[in-house]
C-alpha cells in the first residue's frame, strides 16, 4: 500500500496499518516476505489476531454464465493478541509460502493481462476483522515453467490474455481450487487448423504438468484436442519444447482426433519414450465455432492493467476494489 490506512473498526482516530512486500516478486514454490506496519492512534487498542491471505481473481462458470471474484488460495498469521498502545509503532514480519501451483502474473518484469493476485491483510480488532486493502503480487515462472512459453514465442504464437478457471483438472493431481489458463493465437501456418491455444500448469516440488488445449478446426465444428506432458523441472530446462509442441499439432492437422463426448480434461492417454515424460491427446467434438483474429506478440499486449479484472461474488464475498495504489508503484507495462 502506498499510503497507511485507518483500522476503520475503531472510527476517528485508530491505529492505521501498511503491509510492505520486501520480496514483490516471487516464484511457484517459493516465500513472500514482508511486514504489518501498525501505527497507534489516539487511544490503546487491543489487536487480536493479524492474518494475511494470498488472493486472486477467479472466473467462475454456472448455469447462467460466468461471473469473477476473489478467491483465496493461501493464508498465514502474523500476529496473536497484543496491545498496541497510543502512538506506538510496531513492525511484525511475516512469510507466506508461495503454492507450487501459484498462478503466473509476471513475466520478464510484464504484468500478464488478466491476472490479478495479491495479498490481503486482516487484521481482528474489537470483535471484529478489518480486511484491508489488497496490494500486488508479482509472480514469476519457474525456470521450467519459462522455457514452455519462451517455445510458444519460437514458433510464432501471439499471447492473447491469462485467466483462471474455478475447479480441477480430471485426472490431475491438484491442490488449489482452480487453474490457470495462458492463451495464445496460432501462428499464420497453423491459423487453418487451430484456433486459440490454452496452456496450463501444474507444479509440484518435484516437477511440472503442461496441458495443452486447441480448439481444431473440423468443417463446421471444432475440437478440443488435448496434449498433456508431465516431465521434471531439470528436464523441462533441457527439452526440445517448440520441437515437441510443433509435433503435436501437426499431428493434429495429419489425422485428426477420434469423436468422443463433449468433456474436459479426461482420460489423457500417455506414452513414453522420450527422454521420461509422457505426452498423447485427446479430443472432443461440440458445436460452435470459435473466431480468430490477430493477437498482439510477447511484450506488446494492450495495457489492461489489474484494476476492474475482479467483479463479482466468490464465497459470499462482494468484490468493490482490487489492488488500489497499483498506478502510485509504477511498472513495466503490461502484457
Not at 485507518?6 to 496499518?17: D, F, I, K, T, W
Not at 491438484?174 to 487451430?194: C, D, M, S, T
Amino acid at each position: 500500500m502506498v499510503f497507511k490506512r485507518m483500522l476503520g473498526a475503531l472510527g476517528v482516530g485508530a491505529p492505521s496499518v501498511d503491509t510492505v512486500l520486501t520480496t514483490p516478486r516471487v516464484r511457484p514454490g517459493g516465500v513472500l516476505t514482508g511486514e504489518v506496519r501498525l501505527s497507534g492512534g489516539d487511544f490503546d487498542a487491543e489487536i487480536e489476531e493479524i492474518t494475511l491471505g494470498l488472493v486472486a481473481g477467479v472466473e467462475l462458470e454456472h448455469g447462467d454464465g460466468e461471473s469473477a471474484g476473489l478467491g483465496e488460495f493461501s493464508r498465514a498469521r502474523a500476529s496473536g493478541p497484543f496491545t498496541l498502545r497510543k502512538g506506538e509503532n510496531r513492525s511484525i514480519a511475516f512469510q507466506i509460502p508461495m503454492p507450487w501451483e501459484a498462478p503466473i502474473s509476471e513475466i520478464d518484469g510484464q504484468h500478464l493481462t488478466g491476472m490479478a493476485l495479491g495479498v490481503r491483510t486482516e487484521v481482528a480488532i474489537a470483535k471484529a476483522v478489518d480486511k484491508g486493502d489488497l496490494d500486488p503480487v508479482a509472480v514469476e515462472p519457474l525456470p521450467s515453467q519459462l522455457r514452455v512459453l519462451e517455445a510458444f514465442l519460437q514458433l510464432g504464437f501471439a499471447f492473447k490474455s491469462a485467466d483462471l478457471e474455478a475447479g480441477h483438472l480430471h485426472g490431475v493431481r491438484q491442490e488449489l481450487p482452480f487453474y490457470q489458463e495462458i492463451e495464445f493465437y496460432p501462428p499464420p501456418r497453423q491459423a487453418g487448423v487451430v484456433g486459440e491455444v490454452e496452456l496450463t500448469f501444474v507444479a509440484d516440488p518435484a516437477g511440472l504438468e503442461v496441458i495443452l488445449e486447441a480448439d481444431k478446426r473440423a468443417g463446421h465444428r471444432s475440437v478440443d484436442a488435448i496434449g498433456r506432458f508431465r516431465v521434471s523441472h531439470e528436464d523441462a530446462v533441457r527439452m526440445d519444447w517448440a520441437g515437441e509442441i510443433d509435433r503435436w499439432l501437426t499431428g493434429l492437422a495429419q489425422y485428426g482426433a477420434p469423436y468422443g463426448g463433449h468433456g474436459g480434461y479426461d482420460g489423457h492417454a500417455g506414452y513414453g519414450g522420450h527422454g521420461g515424460y509422457e505426452h498423447g491427446h485427446e479430443a472432443h467434438f461440440h458445436g460452435g465455432h470459435h473466431e480468430h483474429r490477430s493477437g498482439p506478440g510477447w511484450g506488446a499486449v494492450a495495457a489492461a492493467g489489474a484494476a476492474g479484472v475482479v467483479g463479482g461474488l466468490v464465497a459470499g464475498e462482494i468484490v468493490e476494489e482490487i489492488f488500489e495504489g497499483d498506478e502510485d508503484e509504477g511498472g513495466d507495462g503490461d502484457w
